[in-house]
């Protein structure tokens, strides 16, 4: 009964509409009790019929709009949840102590390619492949400071401060590089210019990298 579709409802009631007229236009009392009990009959079962249509309609609605709402409030709280996610990512409070960690791997390998001694034109076959193991392990790790840098996110409010880390470690990146070209050189008078070379690029590091230092000092008094 429940599957009893509006357009069977409708046509129930306009049977039950035509059967109150012909009560109304009836003559004689058995026509008209007749007519009265075959309306009453009929209206009871438009009113029952309409009933349970109006049930199933609200048992239809009910889930869904208790899932529209389930929907709006996971979307909400996902909006919030990443709002909250990026303001803890970009907040100064976290940018800095990361940052810091970056300088201070980032001046202690500039600290380890100054001490990084010339190899002597005598130098034996091995002492020149330990040069060369260590000038490569020097270049992964300034490679690495640098893509930490490059990745770390940062308040707007930071962002030219943050630029010169970039900067600093790009050109740190470069040295390592240079170095590691060095230790695999066989012209002596190329290695010279190769050397001078990693050195300036260490220096231009190392003097951005303070600037640098200088800048978040003053952000955290």
């Known amino acids: 009964m429940q599957s009893f579709d509006l357009v069977n409802l409708a046509i129930l009631w306009c049977i039950g509409l035509l059967a109150l007229v012909q009560t109304v236009n009836a003559r004689g009392a058995i026509r008209l009790s007749l007519s009265g009990i075959a309306t009453t009959v ?4 438009a009113v029952f019929f309409t009933y349970l249509k109006v049930n199933d309609y609200q048992a239809l609605m009910t889930p869904e709009s208790q899932g529209t709402a389930a929907i709006q409030q996971s979307a909400s709280s996902t909006t919030i949840a990443q709002s909250t996610v990026t303001k803890g990512i970009n907040s100064l409070e976290v940018y800095t102590p990361l940052a810091e960690k970056i300088l201070a791997d980032a001046l202690d390998n500039i600290e380890a390619i100054q001490a990084f001694e010339a190899i002597p034109f005598e130098a034996s076959e091995s002492d020149r492949e330990d040069a060369e193991r260590k000038a490569l392990s020097l270049r992964n790790q300034t490679a690495k400071v640098n893509q930490q840098a490059m990745g770390l996110f940062h308040p707007r409010s930071v962002s030219e401060l943050h630029a010169q880390l970039v900067h600093a470690t790009e050109n740190l990146r470069l040295a390592g590089y240079s170095l590691h070209a060095y230790t695999t050189m066989e012209d002596e008078s190329q290695k010279d210019s190769q050397r001078e070379q990693y050195l300036k690029q260490a220096m231009i590091a190392k003097k ?9 000092k003053a952000l955290n008094p």
């Open 42 to 45: 009929i209206f009871i079962a």
């Open 208 to 216: 951005t990298l303070e600037n640098f230092q200088e800048g978040l």
